[in-house]
């Protein structure tokens, strides 16, 4: 199993103290910390390789270049994706949403139309959607819930029709923590010909994701989520769909040939990259799924579930404790209510131990009117927390029910 102690001193920040007290991190599901090798590669590119990509056939920019096109193969295998073009580096979920919104839905859809979500989506898989339906007058169905929060996927195939043009998905619900049996819903999507987004937000950092195997057509994941930096992202898509695709973005990097009356695209991935790209981020991202490579996905998926029933348990012993979403399989995140006591109260007492967790919708409203609360207090895991860092917060709640009483 996992040296604690020694991956502990791979993230600086872990070592820090909070309102004097050693910060204890349980807001992974928002975003992750940094190992030293991710913090140092970004910082070795701007000392050692800085320059444009694609464009300069001076040294520096080759170097930039290959170092670039490495963290793409990197992504590629991370995922197992066929070909590295199937990898376009965008700014997170939300931007690799938006553009298969845009891009490849937006010409596929017609007055009447259909786009199916689920109950437990996160907001960037929900608003992109909206945004387009509303333009054409296409409509939004949801796959309801029950009150675990599972999916009730029997019903998808009465909501699959003529008219569905895409199903988009969480893989894991960052609100409740459900993992959604996604390779299933694939199959009875595809069974009907139509194409499946999976939104991987909360997937890629915990578990083995394989892409082929799920045979989706767009997968979309971020950086920061799983120990890279922010503002760089992931969408896979498979080849014949990109290929198909308009452009979603025009500008440099994107084109081949550009006159005033017309422009020929470059080739897949570059013609989704309009821009100079976030080439540090990316080359940290790759480093970040190499780190994750060599401490092994299945250990993480293992340890990470013996912690989550650790403090599920503990949990479970405290007066007050509603648990929100308690599907059979579950990721490390947990989701509760404690008394009437509001999230953000819970959370800012915390934060006088220096326990950081999260409060608040967790940008999934519709999650939160079906639970029928305002707002979720949340702990959310990663590999580097430690039964220490649940008991800390499992005392820190028992000063908050005192607090209340
Ligand atoms: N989808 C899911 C399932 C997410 O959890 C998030 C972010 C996103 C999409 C959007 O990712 P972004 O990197 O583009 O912002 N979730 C959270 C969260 O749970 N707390 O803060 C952000």
Redesign the pocket.
Known sequence: MFEQNKIRLEFPILGSSVNGNQLVYLDN???TQKPLQVIHKISEYYENNNANVHRGVHFLSTKATNLYEDARRKLQQYINAKSSDEIVFC?????A?NLVANSFLRTRLNSGDEIIISAM??H??IVPWQIVANSVGATIKVIPINKQGELVIEDLPKLLCKKTKLVAV?H????LGTINPIKKIIDICHAKNVPVLV?G??ATPHQLVNVTDLDCDFYAF?G??MYGPTGI?VLFAKKEHLESMPPYQGGGEMIKMVSFTETEYNDIPYKFEAGTPNIAGAIGLGTAVEFLDDLGLEQIELYEKQLLEYLTAKISMLAGINIIGTAKQKTGILSFTLDNIHAHDVATILDDDGIAI?AGH??AMPIMSYFNVAATS?I?LSFYNTEEDVDKCISALQKVRKIFA
């Open positions: 599901a928002a975003t700014r997170g979920t939300t931007e949403i989506e996160h960037s898989n969480s894991i619900s960052n609100a939104d937000a909360q971020s920061h989520k992202g999260r967790h940008c949340r959310s």
